[in-house]
């Protein structure tokens, strides 16, 4: 019998970290932390996601779209642990549609994603599972897990703008990944207990999300404390709610669709917007996105070597106080 999961489907930086993290109040089950993304910077609570399923969906995608970028980047001398960083920084951009394909019996993947089944806790609790990858490989994973799907969306300016923050990637290509990964997510979720959810909410009336979650989680066979709402509300730190209301950038040539499909996800009635394609020609992204990384790397080794130079902190000094 497949095991029931509660997965998160967003785009990335939506906020999904800090729903998780309600749902770990909640009482629902995020794995052993040593077994999790460590947080940083951009997350400094913690990312919530298992290293093991990162593998793995990453694994997928890359049997589905392949990355010409690598071959670039080790071709520049790149250690390959600068390889894989650039590679990351970008992983998102080379998947615009659910990978539909299943796995065959017997393969490597097959196994690993076994072993994730095999060591899920067999407490009350049910499972979470968080990774905007899963917008793309749920179905693959259907073969394995019942899954509960909570969908989480943000405001597509929102998105874009924490997408650049975090990797400089484009806007126009961050809206392009916000419409991609939010679509996908409710076309993958659509035959299973779902509920959608906004960031907005979220952020706003933390207290008034931690009640939907319960009354979801109860309806299919988890029963959660009510004494654990307040505490679940209290995970939410609105203190790091960046990039709040960031309108004001140029209309996306799609503007129309992604306005289609937040009208959607606002009322859930008709039928879904389409896809269509990307602003960037998918198959050149990745190389935009390692050229990009080996440009930034070489501006910040030149910047080690002005640091050494005699007189730089004079220099810097000087031009601090003339800009004050």
């Known amino acids: 019998m497949k095991p029931k999961v509660v997965v998160v489907l967003s785009a990335p930086r939506s906020g999904s970290s800090a729903l998780t993290s309600m749902l770990a109040e909640l009482g629902l089950d995020v794995g052993p932390r040593r077994e999790l993304k460590r947080g940083s910077k951009h997350n400094k609570y913690g990312y919530f996601e298992s290293i093991a399923i990162l593998r793995v969906n990453e694994a997928i995608l890359s049997r589905s779209y392949p990355n010409p970028a690598r071959k670039f980047l080790e071709s520049t001398g790149l250690s390959a642990r600068e390889v894989y960083k650039a590679l990351s920084s970008w992983h998102w951009c080379g998947h615009y549609k659910p990978v539909s394909a299943p796995l065959e019996t017997g393969d490597e993947l097959s196994f690993r994603m076994k072993e994730i089944i095999e060591h899920i806790s067999p407490s009350d609790s049910l499972a979470v599972w968080k990774d905007a990858r899963f917008c793309m490989t749920l179905p693959v994973w259907e ?27 484009p806007i126009q290509i961050g809206l392009d990944l916000w419409y991609s990964y939010t679509r996908a997510a409710v076309v993958v979720s659509d035959r299973y207990p779902r509920l959608l959810i906004s960031h907005a909410m979220l952020m706003s009336d933390p207290l008034q999300i931690a009640h939907k979650l319960r009354k979801f989680l109860t309806e299919n066979g988890l029963e959660v ?72 790397r070489n501006i910040e080794q030149l910047k080690d070597i002005l640091r050494i130079m005699p007189g730089y902190a004079l220099f810097r000094r000087l031009y601090q106080l003339r800009s004050q």
Not at 149 to 163: D, G, M, N, Q
Not at 228 to 248: C, E, F, M, P
Not at 261 to 288: E, N, R
């Open 143 to 169: 073969k394995f897990v019942n899954p509960l799907c909570i969908v989480l969306w943000r405001a597509p300016e929102e998105t874009a703008f924490s997408i650049e923050d975090m990797t400089s990637i």
């Open 225 to 296: 404390s009510e004494k654990n709402l307040k505490n679940a509300s209290q995970a939410i730190d609105t203190s790091q709610y960046h990039q709040r209301g960031n309108g004001d950038i140029e209309r996306s040539p799609h503007g129309h669709v992604h306005e289609q499909l937040a009208h959607w996800l606002h009322h859930q009635k008709g039928p879904i917007p389409p896809p269509y394609a990307p602003t960037v020609p998918i198959q050149f992204l990745p190389i935009i996105g390692a050229a990009w990384y080996v440009k930034r």
